[in-house]
């Protein structure tokens, strides 16, 4: 049950679900959980670059950046600057759905680390 | 700090090892004792913080302690407690998928069953003339945006009535398919009356996936699926169907599948299985017939007998999968399919999402059944959708506004049910099927069990089910 880096032992995903979930944890960390790895760059700019996340692909709008109707939204980390936000069209749909009421889950706001 | 509640499940057990199926994902993990021991620590309504999770496992004397609480917060099998909404699309334009052609309302058969039949709500017009069905065609290709296939389904009455029709719209659409380089795909339901050689010619030609409606051997079909004066359609349709089946087979055309509709008795299912894949039809699927009449109706104890039945027939297919063979039970492939997808259903079907209907005159309806019926048109050819019939209409059949699903165990996966079977049964079409709950759940659970022990036995059986219907192998590399 364990022979991939991301599987948890005693627990292994049959269906695409399941094994969407393995894929997410290895991706999101909880922000506010008490066991998030401290050591990551937190703060503006060192891991983003504006708008590198939407679009790694070839074709254009290459890097563009993060939509300003998401702004409210952009609280990621101790950093308010807005475009901190990862990309949740792309790379990271996942990233607000702990999200869905700004004013009174966002605590649950997550940041992302790229591997 | 984050508040953490037990996730909706259903723990299920096949030959020693222990599945977990977490409703609100449709995820399903294979999970140790040890992790099913810590579940069975907490209760539904109990909400604990990591540091009360951490002392209750480490209370009950459980190695790792902390390494299984992650391993539950990891997989969300506790969760934080954030109520769950999957993503609206009730104000969203969804890309034209299907368009479902009501070629013609006419029909040579009198199916006794038949909502045609007996609806007085549904206005009866003429066919479908071809400058409609060019506008239709037109009408499709234009509301698929990003879509690269387009499917149009050929319905009625009985469509082949028609087929000069169909030979028009299959040639246009391919042209403009061509034209826009995306890919026209095209199925028809049939009652296998007025399939000739050139008929059976132009569907192999053309790539068309053919659904016969036929219910069984002579005397169960020819109960229900009778000729205006009362004849024997099945002798009408099985050299018919004996053609059709045999062209396709030897020139490698699409599987031949036949629809079933049960009425009245269901006793009959493994038998008429049988049959059907004798005659070489690639599957058959069931499903019990609409209507409120109770002459032809399943009432509580058929609908149990039809459970069964079915729980027979996957016993079945899976006495094939375990030795890689294939045994064309329809309902059975689906559901397994549906559960190897994960998908999780806010809405039951595709109909007034990326599917709808055309009608002769122009109107744009929810689905083929509802055809006719006014207070479900949702536009029509010329002016477009009536964005705010089809928004009503989303934001009504949408999983959030059924009050009566509540907790239900499978609601990701039924999602209330047929549209049509609601309108007739519960009397309002955006209302869960509540006559049928408990056969849904039930059935539903069987599946689960039947989904572990595939995949304890044949786990790669999954993934060509599930590349039957189009979708891409589960691996553990998901993009």
Redesign the interface.
């Known amino acids: ?1 364990t022979d ?1 880096k991301n599987k ?16 997410t ?1 290895e991706e999101v960390f ?1 922000m ?4 998030i790895i401290t050591s990551m760059p937190i703060g503006c700019t060192t891991i983003f670059d504006t708008g590198w996340e939407t679009n790694p692909r070839s074709t254009t709008p290459i890097g563009n950046c993060v939509s300003s109707a998401r702004d409210f939204t952009s609280c990621s980390g101790p950093c308010w600057w807005p475009a901190q936000t990862p990309d949740n069209i792309t790379n990271f749909p996942d990233f607000q759905n ?1 999200c ?1 009421a700004i004013e009174k ?1 966002w ?2 706001l997550n940041f992302v680390i790229k591997k | ?2 508040t953490y509640k037990q996730a909706d499940h259903i723990i299920f057990k096949e030959s020693d090892h222990i ?1 977990i199926f ?1 409703v609100s ?8 004792p ?2 099913e021991k810590t579940i069975k620590l907490f209760n539904k309504s109990e909400q604990s913080n ?1 540091k009360e999770i951490l002392k209750k496992i480490k209370d009950a004397g459980i190695k790792n302690y902390q ?2 609480a ?2 539950l ?5 506790l969760t ?1 407690l ?2 769950k ?1 999957n993503i609206s699309c009730v104000y969203n334009k969804i890309p034209l998928k299907t368009l479902v052609f009501n070629i013609t309302d006419r029909c040579n058969l009198s199916c006794l069953y038949c909502y045609h039949n007996k609806d007085n709500k549904i206005e009866k017009t003429d066919s479908m003339t071809f400058a409609t069905a060019e506008k239709a065609v037109d009408f499709l290709f234009d509301n698929s945006d990003a879509n690269k296939k387009v499917t149009i389904v050929f319905f009625g009455g009985e469509p082949v009535i028609n087929f000069d029709l169909i030979t028009f719209i299959t040639g246009y659409a391919q042209k403009k398919a061509k034209k826009l380089q995306k890919k026209a795909e095209f199925a028809i339901t049939t009652n296998g009356t007025l399939l000739t050689e050139k008929v059976i010619d132009f569907f192999y030609q053309n790539k068309i996936g053919v659904t016969v409606s036929i219910d069984g051997p002579q005397e169960i079909h020819d109960k229900f699926r009778q000729f205006a004066d009362g004849g024997s359609s099945y002798k009408a349709i099985l050299p018919k169907i004996k053609n059709l089946i045999n062209k396709f087979q030897t020139k490698g055309g699409k599987p031949v599948v036949a629809r079933v509709t049960v009425a009245k008795n269901a006793a009959h299912l493994p038998q008429t299985l049988e049959h059907l894949l004798k005659l070489g039809f690639a599957e058959a699927g069931f499903g019990p017939v609409t209507t409120d009449n109770p002459a032809y109706q399943l009432n509580t104890d058929e609908m149990k007998i039809m459970l069964n039945k079915f729980k027979e027939l996957s016993d079945k297919f899976l006495r094939y999968a375990d030795e890689d063979k294939f045994y064309g039970f329809t309902n059975i492939i689906d559901l397994l399919v549906l ?6 259903k806010n809405y039951p079907c595709g109909a007034g999402l990326g599917l709808f209907a055309v009608s002769a005159e122009e109107k744009l309806y929810l689905c083929q059944r509802l055809i006719g019926n006014k207070a479900f048109c949702m536009g029509n050819l010329s002016d477009g959708f009536d964005t705010e019939a089809v928004k009503k209409f989303r934001k009504k059949a949408e999983l959030n506004a059924k009050p009566e699903c509540g907790l239900c165990e499978v609601r990701y996966i039924c999602a209330g049910g047929c549209y049509h079977e609601a309108l007739i049964r519960e009397k309002k079409l955006t209302k869960a099927n509540l006559h049928y709950c408990e056969w849904i759940k039930e059935w539903i659970k069987y599946g689960l069990k039947i989904y572990g022990k595939l ?1 304890l036995k044949n786990p790669d059986y999954l993934n060509k089910l599930s590349m039957l219907r189009g979708h891409s192998p ?3 590399h ?1 993009i």
Do not use: C, W, Y
């Open positions: 049950m991939k948890i032992k005693g627990v292994k995903a049959l269906n695409k679900s399941a094994k969407q979930i393995e894929k944890e909880g506010a959980d008490e066991d702990q869905r889950d605590r649950n | 700090m984050i599945f977490l994902e449709s995820a399903i993990f294979e999970i140790e040890k992790i990591k390494e299984i992650d391993t917060i990891k997989r969300r099998i934080p954030i109520e909404k559960l190897h997808q994960g998908e999780v995949i589960v691996t553990g998901i």
